[in-house]
Nanobody
Framework: QVQLVESGGGWVQTGGSLRLSCADS????????MGWFRQAPGKEREFVSA????????YNDGSVKGRFTITRDNAKNTAYLQMNSLKPEDTAVYYC?????????????????????WGQGTQVTVSS
């Protein structure tokens, strides 16, 4: 059973930083790829970052490249999203996701439907 719980969201000024955490209480964390999506008000949910089960392969959306870093600690069953140089357009609810498979065919990992498990989300607000 995979249960994802996000934390670390909050309010920050433009240019600030936040680190999101995603804890999995299940027993299969180290076997799953992990990722982050976000959804701003009135917009569709969109892909942010993903990392494979070993932590050696990562993907980032172009909008966050160079600013956000996804990592994972398999010993702690936790994934992280370090967010630096935050912008008002980063304001959204951020969702942690997990799935046994991370495929780069046709960039399928960018699709909401490619991820089996979802957390409840954590709000990130960046003020200008």
């Amino acid at each position: 059973q995979v249960q994802l719980v996000e934390s670390g969201g909050g309010w920050v000024q433009t240019g600030g930083s936040l680190r999101l955490s995603c804890a999995d209480s299940g027993r299969t964390f180290s076997s799953n790829a992990m990722g982050w999506f976000r959804q701003a008000p009135g917009k569709e949910r969109e892909f942010v970052s993903a990392i494979d089960s070993s932590g050696s392969v990562r993907y980032n959306d172009g909008s966050v490249k160079g600013r956000f870093t996804i990592t994972r600690d398999n010993a702690k069953n936790t994934a992280y999203l370090q967010m630096n140089s935050l912008k008002p357009e980063d304001t959204a609810v951020y969702y942690c996701v997990a799935d046994p498979v991370l495929s780069d065919k046709q960039m399928i990992f960018r699709r909401v439907s490619s991820w089996r498990y979802w957390g409840q989300g954590t709000q990130v607000t960046v003020s200008s």
